[in-house]
Structure formats: structure tokens, C-alpha cells
């Protein structure tokens, strides 16, 4: 039992070692000189919102702040029919905005992917050659886009994934999602750089309009009720080999609000891992059981310790595989993200994870959760 233990620890220290060295070596992208700029990409920034009445407004307000000239890129707000003030909010805002603004309701039919066709309608609508897609909920920076722009044009990139990180949160369970999240960005972000994308969040997307179209769009994964962005992404890297990129900038950072519930953490985690099953390339659905057995083989060590089978030097070695090479790789996430204040969380995370991702890996079996008050399949 000890050497397999052993083994799978090894394993997963060395490539999480990996993924640490591959995020150190990534250069942060910074934009030196956008006033010499000779192009100017169109953008549509497509946001499918529903009951977003509190939050988007300051999203629209913080397009109205970009450094990237409101000529440039227009703003298509897909409403999947809300039952708040969200519509009639966005529409009062039409006028003020610097921007074009455009509101596009969508009938209230049952659909398995309500926020694949928010974004398929948006974008045969959309004249930006970039589509960038975020949500309701989020906050962006002044050089948002023009951060996107400026890495699109210097490396070619045909699908862009972008950091996210958590709003100013003291909780608890705030905490314990933002270094929760980091792991994910800093895995999506490092297997990018080694040409394998796995991860991305559609909080943070950008890719070219064309090449939505030529990969066919959400043809054949529409019936997955998440992945319209990681199933998009994993189509755009199987047509266009080394054309996914991470885009690795303080100022391209999204933030947004950690879920407020246990409830809510349930069902968005579920519906997340609900796409696992989707992945047409190998590489993601094996990387998914790797870390399952790897987190498995904490607690069973535990537990052979408890009935003899492990001595505590053995058990020691075992945690501290994991621990250390998660410590490293994580806080240097942790620092880009600028939160540095919930490293020292990175141990109680390390405690929880284990349990989390099994009970993740079984829960994502069985079908049904429920998203902004709709239940789906």
C-alpha cells in the first residue's frame, strides 16, 4: 500500500513542480505603447446575463472606462429572460454610454444550454471581429480591452483566456474559493503554455469570430449545459494546433463574486464538472482522474496510518509531496492574482481539497443542478 501511495505522490509532486516552473518562466504581458498602435481590432463583448440587476450596471460602467477608443468595440447584452429590472435597466442605459449598446432579449423556451445560446445568438449578431465574453457579474479594469487587443495582435492568438479572480472577500468560505480558483486558473494557464490547453473560464474569453464559425460553434457540444467555454476552447486547439494562449496580465484580470452559499458552491461546481463527460480529447478527461487519484491517496493514507499500515514518517513524506509542491505553485497564483492575503489559507485548503474533489467526481455522475433559478440537465 505505502509504495503505492509513494508512487502516485511522486507523480503528482513532479507535475505539480511542472506547472509551477512552466507559470514562473510565463512572462507577464504588459502593453508598452497602445498609442502606436495601427490596428484596432472591432470587438463585441457579449455578456448573457439573467437577474443581474445589481451587478451589471457597474460592468457597463466599467466598459464606459476603457482606454480602448468606444469606436472599437460595441457591448451586446443578451437577456435570457429575467425576471428582475435587469432589461429595463440596461435599456435606460443605452443612451449614456460612450459605446454601442445593444440589448438582445431571448424568448423564454426550454433549452439544456440557456448560456450557449445567449452567446450563439449574441454573436450572429456581433460585427466585432473579436468576440470577448464575460457576465453579469463581473468587474473589469480600465485596460481591459486594451490588453486583450494589444496580445492579439502581437501573437496571433485564435482563442485567448484571460485570469479571473475573486471581488474583496473576509469570509471564511470566500477565502477558500479564492485559492480554490487559483489552481484552476494556474493549471489552465500553464497547459496552455505547454500547447495542451485544459482549463479557461468564460468570465475571461476572447476568440475570432471566424474561428467560432469554422469550428462549427457549440455544433455538438450545445447539448452539455456548461462548457461553452473549455469544450469551445478544446475544438479551437484540435483545429488550430498552438493558437491558445494564456493571456498572463494585471490588467486583463476580471474579478467577481465568490459564491455566497454552500448551495450555490454545489450546484456551479456540478455543473462544471458536468462537461468532464463532453471531452472529446483524451489529455483533460485524464488529467481529471490523475487528480482524483491523487487527492484520493491523502485521506486513504491517513486512514492507513490510523490502522498501522503507514508509520508517521511514512504519512509525513506522503503529505509533505503534496503539500509542498501546492504551496509553491499556488502562492506565486496567488501573488499575480494580488491575494496574497489568503496564502496562509493554502493549507486548510489542502485538507479540504482531497474530500472536495471526490465528492465532485461522484456528484458529477448524476445528472440535475440548478442555474440562476432554472433547473437543468
Request: hydrophobic content about 45%; aromatic content about 12%.
Amino acid at each position: 500500500m505505502f509504495y503505492a501511495l509513494l508512487s502516485i505522490s511522486i507523480i503528482y509532486a513532479l507535475f505539480t513542480l511542472i506547472l509551477a516552473i512552466s507559470w514562473w518562466r510565463m512572462p507577464v504581458f504588459t502593453v508598452l505603447s497602445p498609442a502606436h498602435l495601427t490596428k484596432h481590432p472591432k470587438i463585441s463583448v457579449i455578456i448573457p446575463v439573467r437577474n443581474e440587476e445589481q451587478t451589471l450596471p457597474l460592468l457597463l460602467r466599467d466598459l464606459q472606462q476603457q482606454t480602448y477608443p468606444s469606436i472599437y468595440f460595441e457591448v451586446i447584452v443578451a437577456d435570457d429572460s429575467s425576471t428582475d429590472n435587469t432589461l429595463k435597466i440596461t435599456q435606460s442605459l443605452i443612451p449614456d454610454m460612450p459605446y454601442a449598446l445593444h440589448l438582445l432579449p431571448l424568448a423564454n423556451e426550454p433549452t439544456s444550454s440557456p448560456k450557449k445560446r445567449a452567446i450563439r445568438q449574441s454573436i450572429s449578431r456581433a460585427s466585432g471581429d473579436l468576440i470577448v465574453t464575460t457576465d453579469g457579474d463581473c468587474r473589469v479594469g480600465p485596460k481591459w480591452l486594451e490588453t486583450i487587443a494589444v496580445f492579439y495582435l502581437q501573437t496571433g492568438a485564435r482563442l485567448i483566456s484571460g485570469p479571473i479572480s475573486f471581488n474583496r472577500d473576509h469570509s471564511f468560505f470566500g477565502d477558500l474559493q479564492t485559492v480554490e480558483s487559483s489552481s484552476l486558473i494556474g493549471a489552465g494557464a500553464c497547459t496552455m503554455a505547454m500547447g495542451s490547453p485544459t482549463m479557461c473560464n468564460g468570465a475571461n474569453l476572447t476568440y475570432e469570430k471566424r474561428v467560432f464559425e469554422e469550428v462549427g460553434g457549440f455544433d455538438g457540444i450545445d447539448h452539455v449545459a456548461s462548457g461553452d467555454d473549455e469544450l469551445l476552447m478544446h475544438k479551437v486547439a484540435i483545429r488550430f494546433p498552438n493558437s491558445v494562449k494564456f493571456l498572463k496580465s494585471p490588467d486583463a484580470i476580471v474579478h467577481t463574486a465568490p459564491q455566497p452559499t454552500l448551495k450555490s458552491f454545489y450546484h456551479q461546481r456540478k455543473r462544471w464538472a458536468s462537461k468532464w463527460r463532453a471531452y472529446e480529447s483524451i489529455l483533460p478527461s485524464l488529467l481529471a482522474v490523475f487528480i482524483f487519484a491523487s487527492n484520493i491517496a491523502l485521506p486513504v493514507a491517513v486512514l492507513s496510518y490510523f490502522f498501522s499500515s503507514l508509520t508517521a514518517y511514512q504519512l509525513i513524506g506522503i503529505l509533505a509531496l503534496k503539500a509542498v509542491p501546492e504551496w509553491l505553485f499556488l502562492g506565486s497564483v496567488l501573488t499575480f492574482l494580488k491575494k496574497e492575503r489568503v496564502i496562509s489559507w493554502i493549507p486548510v485548503t489542502q485538507l479540504i481539497y482531497p474530500f472536495y474533489v471526490v465528492f465532485f467526481g461522484l456528484a458529477a455522475q448524476q445528472k440535475g443542478f440548478q442555474w440562476k433559478g432554472r433547473a437543468l440537465r
